[in-house]
Nanobody
């Protein structure tokens, strides 16, 4: 049974930082593209970041470029999302995802095979 378990969400003031982690069980994360998506209240789930399989490169949505960094630790079967200079607009439930097919070099909602349960990130102004 495949599970993706997120951790690291929380409450932070604008300008602060958080680090999200997602640990996989039941699959070798290094063989999958991993991604982070987020869903704010009243909005659709949207792509945030992708890291390709193996030691692959990263792709980010424009609104987080220069602030968020995604990385993977294959030995720990874990991916991370370092979030810096957080803004109130970053408030959302963040979901970890894994898949084997990319569109425009990143995971999309339709190509995700496995989802985590989500972790809340709240940024106050």
């Amino acid at each position: 049974q495949v599970q993706l378990v997120e951790s690291g969400g929380g409450f932070v003031q604008a300008g602060g930082s958080l680090k999200l982690s997602c640990t996989a069980s039941g699959l070798a994360f290094k063989n999958y593209a991993a991604g982070w998506f987020r869903e704010a209240p009243g909005k659709e789930r949207e792509f945030v970041a992708t890291i390709k399989w193996g030691e692959g490169g990263t792709v980010y949505t424009d609104s987080v470029k220069g602030r968020f960094t995604m990385s993977r630790d294959n030995a720990a079967n874990t991916v991370h999302l370092d979030m810096n200079n957080l803004e109130p607009e970053d408030t959302a439930v963040y979901y970890c995802a894994a898949g084997t097919s990319l569109i425009n070099n990143h995971l999309t909602l339709s190509k995700v095979t496995y989802w985590g349960q989500g972790t809340q990130v709240t940024v106050s102004s």
